[in-house]
């Protein structure tokens, strides 16, 4: 059965770090391009940083330059990297596997919650 569980979430000041991380298995990994969506209160969901299954990287404006997204294809996992921390980063983070047949076939995870607050 497939299964994307994420997990690194918690509570953290602002400019403070947080590694988010999603383990996979289930299926074939590494022809899979891999992303990171977030969801706050009363607000759509939006992409935040994907990684295509040849390395390339994507991220949302209002987070390039403060989170890097990572994969490593032997662990079957992806990484989050969230520098300098800010309060409108607070949500829940989804990990996404996004199908190279269409994205009605994508996986997701369950989440995991992201705050930044002092």
């Known amino acids: 059965q497939v299964q994307l569980v994420e997990s690194g979430g918690g509570l953290v000041q602002p400019g403070g770090s947080l590694r988010l991380s999603c383990a996979a298995s289930?299926?074939?990994?590494?022809?899979?391009?891999m992303g990171w969506y977030r969801q706050a209160p009363g607000k759509q969901r939006e992409l935040v940083a994907r990684?295509?299954?040849?390395?390339?990287?994507n991220y949302a404006d209002s987070v390039k330059g403060r989170f890097t997204i990572s994969r490593d294809n032997a662990k079957n996992t992806v990484y989050l990297q969230m520098n300098s921390l800010k309060p409108e980063d607070t949500a829940v983070y989804y990990c996404?596997?996004?199908?190279?047949?269409?994205?009605?076939?994508?996986?997701w995870g369950q989440g995991t919650q992201v705050t930044v607050s002092s």
């Open positions: 289930g299926f074939i990994f590494s022809i899979y391009g």
């Open positions: 990684i295509a299954s040849g390395g390339s990287t």
């Open positions: 996404n596997a996004g199908s190279p047949i269409g994205s009605r076939y994508d996986y």
